[in-house]
T-cell receptor, first 116, second 112 residues
Framework: GNSVTQMEGPVTLSEEAFLTINCTYT??????LFWYVQYPGEGLQLLLKATKADDKGSNKGFEATYRKETTSFHLEKGSVQVSDSAVYFC???????????????FGKGTKLSVKP | KAGVTQTPRYLIKTRGQQVTLSCSPI?????VSWYQQTPGQGLQFLFE???????NKGNFPGRFSGRQFSNSRSEMNVSTLELGDSALYLC???????????FGPGTRLTVL
């Protein structure tokens, strides 16, 4: 079945450091890929998405490129801030040929802490 | 547009009781999905409703059920609560079958 694997955390960085959180997926067909972020005590917020191969999603300085050849969707940011401290989830949706599998399948989440 | 709302935000119940959680989707969205989030299992899909019909179901026991009303509001019910049902229950809505899911703030359920 479909699955998502993302790097284990926690990740601790200093402010202005470069961030990469790795995410790989297994899916049949062509899923849509997402990054969601969860701040303490809150629900999930959509950070960015990509719906087809080679698409780049971007938002608030974060970027991720849908790489079908490596089945990856790594999250990057050039310069992190303290306010980026949160848990980041990679997820996929769909991907079954001719289907409409609407449920999201999530990775385990990566906790990011940014120190001033 | 107002976002996804969930009520109540916090609940404390005891084992054996039942609980009902409510979710109001973004206006115009007809699909509502429910997820359970726990430290051990992470985020797991419970079920999805579209136009009052359950379209998809995750791997949860029959104690977990849901429904959707004609105004797209959804409720989920958990009967005969167990300690392991303590979790954050998240609701998500989307406008069409291929669209992005937008999440509410969640209901934190504690079972004592």
């Amino acid at each position: 079945g479909n699955s998502v694997t993302q790097m284990e955390g926690p990740v601790t960085l200093s402010e202005e450091a470069f961030l990469t959180i790795n995410c790989t997926y297994t899916a049949t067909g062509y899923p849509s890929l997402f990054w969601y972020v969860q701040y303490p005590g809150e629900g999930l917020q959509l950070l960015l998405k990509a719906t087809k191969a080679d698409d780049k999603g971007s938002n608030k300085g974060f970027e991720a490129t849908y790489r079908k050849e490596t089945t990856s969707f790594h999250l990057e940011k050039g310069s992190v801030q303290v306010s980026d401290s949160a848990v980041y989830f990679c997820a996929l949706q769909g991907g079954s040929y001719g289907g409409s599998q609407g449920n999201l399948i999530f990775g385990k989440g990566t906790k990011l802490s940014v120190k001033p | 547009k107002a976002g996804v709302t969930q009520t109540p935000r916090y609940l404390i119940k005891t084992r054996g009781q039942q609980v009902t959680l409510s979710c109001s989707p973004i206006s115009g969205h007809r699909s509502v999905s429910w997820y359970q989030q726990t430290p051990g299992q992470g985020l797991q899909f419970l079920f999805e409703y579209f136009s009052e019909t359950q379209r998809n179901k995750g791997n949860f026991p029959g104690r977990f059920s849901g429904r959707q009303f004609s105004n797209s509001r959804s409720e989920m019910n958990v009967s005969t609560l167990e300690l392991g049902d303590s979790a954050l229950y998240l609701c998500a809505s989307r406008g069409g079958l291929a669209d992005t899911q937008y999440f509410g703030p969640g209901t934190r359920l504690t079972v004592l």
